[in-house]
């Protein structure tokens, strides 16, 4: 089995930073694409950023947020900055993998709340 692990969510203030990571483990035998989607309160879960063969931004973050990967790890990290209080929402690990099977599969964490409040 495959497990999806994020961490680094909180409540920061306008303007502030926060740094998420997600680490994927069980088993693997690579590592397609790993990204981040967000959900509001009473909205639908949307895509923030994706890295795979390129990396992917939701208009909404670019020249924010950074996505980047540890691949030695199997680890996604989001860097938030100027974060904003529509930022608000859960956060969730996605994760294309291929196991020793050779099937590959699509996965979730659990989510992360991050909350940009004064």
């Known amino acids: 089995q495959v497990q999806l692990v994020e961490s680094g969510g909180g409540l920061v203030q306008p303007g502030g930073s926060l740094r998420l990571s997600c680490a994927a483990s069980?088993?693997?035998?690579?590592?397609?694409?790993m990204g981040w989607y967000r959900q509001a309160p009473g909205k639908q879960r949307e895509l923030v950023a994706t890295s795979g063969g390129s990396t992917n931004y939701a208009d909404s973050v670019k020249g924010r947020f950074t996505i980047s990967r540890d691949n030695a790890k199997n680890t996604v990290y989001l860097q938030m900055n100027s974060l904003k209080p529509e930022d608000t929402a859960v956060y969730y690990c996605n994760a294309d993998i291929r196991n020793y099977a050779l099937r590959s599969s699509v996965y979730w964490g659990q989510g992360t709340q991050v909350t940009v409040s004064s």
């Open positions: 069980g088993s693997i035998l690579s590592i397609y694409v």
